[in-house]
């Protein structure tokens, strides 16, 4: 039986004049409260380490690239490595990654407690547009910025318990958590960047905005037997509300502990792994239950096809 302290690290807002010296500082402050107690691992939000950036319109490339870690661990990040490791932590955070061949990414690692780095996700589902849009209220760039994914959806052993990774807009698609409950999944670890209203809908507020989030973790932690921790970076950034609602969920769709802020706020949750196994050999034994020949559509096909 594998039981962890599962901590979720809600950071509050970071400026665009914010350096990733005091980003990190206040993630360290985040791990050292946590491992006081008592946890084994802690899950940071997307981009992590900077503003959320997409949100400005930027036409010069050379100014996009400051937003991005050429290395990981780097100077800034080296010191959360450091404690993470000291502390006997595992750690997960997202940066924006540029990879040696000029590729840009919404990335994800996850290391094991003793700082090493085990894991890497590349965001696969991007929201957002690629041009300047006159017609929302505040632009949403990822499409942009950065390329699809291309490591695709896969899992670890970390200290026992398989664990993945996605980020953001993964969480609102049924497909990221059945890609990684096929692979046995036990954790799943989602930061997000979600703004409070819709650039597209000023109707559609807070609240709406919560539910959503809450009502497909839940929905890809009970369908796949899984833990899920969705963590948020919120709070205003330069007028800008990022909503909170980090949890952590059981494998029955339970929260199991909310944040209730929008700034730096740690939520715990002490996660038996064994209650994994009820789901995943029963209602959601996949072996027995699926009927893939009938989701060839998943697929092959992307967009909807009205045949009546
Ligand atoms: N970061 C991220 O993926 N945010 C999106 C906002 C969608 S609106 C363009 C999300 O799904 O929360």
């Not at 400051?66 to 955070?93: G, I, K, S, Y």
């Not at 929905?219 to 899920?228: C, E, P």
Request: aromatic share 10%.
């Amino acid at each position: 039986m594998t039981r962890m302290m599962i901590a979720g690290a809600q950071l509050g807002a970071i400026q665009k004049a914010d350096n990733r010296d005091k980003v990190v500082a206040r993630m360290i402050d985040l791990l050292n409260e946590a491992a006081a107690k008592g946890a084994d691992m802690v899950v940071y939000p997307e981009l992590a380490l900077t503003t959320f950036f997409p949100r400005w319109y930027m036409p010069d490339q050379a100014e996009v690239d400051t937003w991005f870690e050429t290395e990981m661990p780097n100077h800034a990040t080296m010191p959360l490595f450091e404690r993470a490791r000291d502390l006997n932590v595992a750690v997960t955070f997202g940066y924006a990654e540029l990879t040696p061949e000029g590729l840009h990414y919404n990335t994800s690692i996850m290391t094991n407690r003793r700082g090493e780095i085990i894991g890497k996700y590349r965001k696969i589902h991007l929201p957002g547009h690629v041009e300047y849009d006159t017609t929302r209220a505040f632009q949403h760039m990822e499409k942009r910025y950065f390329l699809p994914g291309d490591l695709g959806f896969n899992v670890w052993r970390n200290e026992g318990v398989v664990m993945g990774m996605a980020i953001c807009n993964d969480r609102r698609w049924p497909e990221t958590f059945r890609c990684l409950g096929l692979q046995g999944v036990e954790l799943v670890t989602i930061g997000y960047n979600t703004p409070s209203v819709n650039s597209q809908m000023s109707v559609e507020g807070l609240p709406q905005r919560l539910f959503h989030s809450e009502l497909s973790l839940q929905a890809g932690a009970y369908q796949n037997a899984t833990f899920v921790a969705g963590i948020a970076k919120a709070g205003l950034e330069d007028g800008h509300p990022l909503m909170g609602g980090s949890v952590i969920v059981d494998p029955d769709g339970f929260v199991l502990a909310r944040a209730e802020t929008e700034e730096d706020e740690l939520i715990l949750a002490d996660c038996d792994f064994s209650k994994c196994a009820f789901g995943k050999t029963t209602i959601f034994d996949f072996e027995r239950h699926r009927r893939i020949e009938h989701y060839g559509r998943i697929t092959s096909q992307t967009g909807v096809i009205l045949e009546v």
